[in-house]
């Protein structure tokens, strides 16, 4: 292989590794704008919001969570998920 072709191939390799360092940082910098509204959908359109929460002590909240207009009151603790009632007036 004479002085051009070393030249060549040395320069083909460069250019290969700009172009694969591009791409893996377009990747890093997709997988970091994935976890915003960019990438996903907003909290805001889910249909469950959580409107309050209080944590009690001892690992127990009390969570107020609106689900189409009705509002429930839910206990959280260690030993589990509680559906205390509904808090808007219906039974």
């Known amino acids: 292989m004479d002085s051009?072709?070393?030249q060549l191939a040395a320069s083909s390799l460069v250019s290969l590794s700009v172009?694969?360092?591009v791409l893996a940082g377009a990747t890093?910098?997709?997988r970091r704008l994935r976890?915003?509204?960019w990438g996903q959908r907003t909290v805001s359109q889910s249909p469950i919001k959580i409107?309050?929460?209080r944590a009690l002590g001892g690992q127990n909240t009390l969570i107020i969570a609106e689900v189409e207009g009705r509002r429930f009151l839910i206990g959280v603790g260690r030993a589990g998920i509680a559906a205390?009632?509904?808090i808007d007036g219906h039974e």
Do not use: C, V
């Open 28 to 30: 890093l910098l997709l």
């Open 84 to 86: 205390i009632g509904r």
């Open 19 to 21: 172009i694969l360092g």
């Open 4 to 6: 051009s072709g070393i």
């Open 35 to 37: 976890g915003t509204a």
């Open 51 to 53: 409107t309050a929460s």
